[in-house]
């Protein structure tokens, strides 16, 4: 014995296109997925001649930007908890990037130290986001807006 579909019936077919507020095209999370999905795309090959990955990237990112922070200090700069950096800190430290130090004055806090290879690597990175500019075709000031409203959305997101 078939049901046939009726309104109460959850399983039932809509009787029309989706209202514009459900379409694909409409979400605000779709276009973020879908262009996060393309700028790993993107960075995949270029990270790949440096020996790096996305996260690993990210994470030599804000060490070139300040040696010496804490697991803690990074993970609140890549929005990331210690479970989720460990690995990623171990593979870098086996790579001869970085060295994990406990902290003297308090031996709870893991100090990260960039090594001179993980220092040197910073020149071969510098050819990465010219590269991404170019494949953006957007001017310099577009990704920099950009940049910030996506930072903006981010912290507004963080605080609803």
């Not at 086996?94 to 040197?120: I, P």
């Not at 990465?128 to 001017?139: D, E, F, K, T």
Request: charged share 20%.
């Amino acid at each position: 014995m078939t049901t046939q579909p009726t309104s109460s019936n959850p399983a039932a077919p809509s009787a029309g296109p989706s209202p514009a507020m459900l379409q694909l095209d409409n979400q605000v999370c779709f276009a973020l997925y879908s262009a996060s999905l393309a700028m790993t795309k993107l960075y995949k090959p270029l990270l790949d001649e440096i020996g790096l990955t996305y996260p690993q990237y990210l994470v030599m990112l804000v060490l070139w930007e300040g040696d010496g922070l804490t697991v803690s200090e990074l993970g609140e700069r890549l929005f990331l908890d210690s479970g989720t950096l460990t690995p990623l800190l171990k593979r870098l430290e086996a790579a001869g990037l970085l060295s994990r130090l406990r902290d003297a004055s308090d031996e709870r806090r893991v100090r990260l130290t960039l090594s001179a290879q993980g220092r040197a690597l910073r020149d071969r990175a510098e050819r990465i986001p010219p590269c991404v500019l170019a494949a953006s075709q957007c001017s310099l000031p577009e990704l920099q807006s950009l940049t910030t409203q996506l930072q903006a959305l981010r912290h507004r997101l963080a605080s609803a």
